[in-house]
């Protein structure tokens, strides 16, 4: 189990949010996002995937779950 931010995770809010695997996170993201940031939620559901900002961003999440460490 690892712990992350919504800020971690390109949000605004400082929520932790935990998942074991890094599809669960990005699903606890998006759910937290959903709820919390609405209008940033659907700003990232209506961007594509190839978009240069998705795929950066990708990129960093990728980076930064692995560098997370497990919980304690």
């Given at each position: 189990m690892?712990?992350?931010?919504?800020?971690?995770?390109?949000?605004m809010?400082?929520?932790?949010l935990?998942?074991?695997?890094?599809?669960?996170?990005?699903?606890?993201?998006?759910?937290?996002?959903?709820?919390?940031?609405?209008?940033?939620?659907?700003?990232?559901?209506?961007?594509?995937?190839?978009?240069?900002?998705?795929?950066?961003?990708v990129?960093?999440?990728?980076?930064?779950?692995?560098?997370?460490?497990?919980?304690?």
């Open positions: 690892k712990t992350m931010t919504c800020a971690q995770m390109g949000g809010c400082d929520t932790a935990h998942a074991g695997t890094k599809d669960e996170m990005m699903q606890a993201g998006m759910a937290h996002l959903e709820v919390a940031h609405p209008e940033m939620a659907e700003s990232v559901k209506s961007m594509p995937k190839e978009d240069p900002m998705m795929v950066a961003w990129e960093k999440f990728n980076a930064d779950w692995e560098s997370t460490p497990e919980d304690a």
